[in-house]
């Protein structure tokens, strides 16, 4: 019986199995992070990756849940740029103090593509494509990470 994901054992790998996820997605992306650091989500690709996600046509969604939210504030300017000009589609929320020792992180995809990094600190993830059943309980977690988060994001939208 083939396994139901696929094993990463890089960083190199995570990143590259992410923006995988992130190129499949039609409808809805999910991202749970501590601060998108790992993900170096600011990186030109990646934030074409999102751009071209958000520009797509059909209705879509991004949604991201972060345990810090600080250095997609100070950090990241070409996404927060993205997000200010897609704020409709856009909505970042930050956990409760209490739910910030979660240590693993996911990037899903209209709920079918996957990868969930076991632990923050270690590049060992799981990559799944086209596998809805193995990824139902985590996405199932994110909806209540999001339930339980606040929105924390702060556009500075200025003009007529």
Do not use: K
């Not at 039609?26 to 993900?39: K, N, S, Y």
């Not at 909505?91 to 996911?106: G, I, S």
């Amino acid at each position: 019986m083939e396994a139901p994901y696929s094993l990463l054992t890089s960083e190199a790998e995570y990143r590259a199995a992410c923006d995988a996820v992130l190129a499949l997605a039609r409808r809805e992306i999910q991202i749970f992070d501590r601060d998108l650091a790992r993900l170096q989500i600011e990186s030109r690709p990646r934030v074409a990756l999102l751009a071209a996600f958000l520009q797509g046509g059909a209705p879509r969604r991004l949604r991201l849940v972060l345990h810090d939210s600080g250095p997609l504030q100070d950090d990241c300017p070409r996404l927060l740029q993205l997000i200010g000009n897609h704020a409709h589609l856009v909505e970042v929320r930050q956990t409760p103090d209490n739910l910030r020792q979660l240590a693993d992180t996911h990037v899903f995809a209209d709920g079918c593509h996957g990868v969930r990094r076991f632990h923050i600190d270690q590049p060992r993830s799981a990559l799944a494509h086209d596998n809805p059943d193995y990824l139902n309980p985590w996405r199932l977690r994110f909806e209540e990470l999001w339930e339980q988060s606040l929105p924390c994001l702060r556009l500075n939208t200025t003009g007529l």
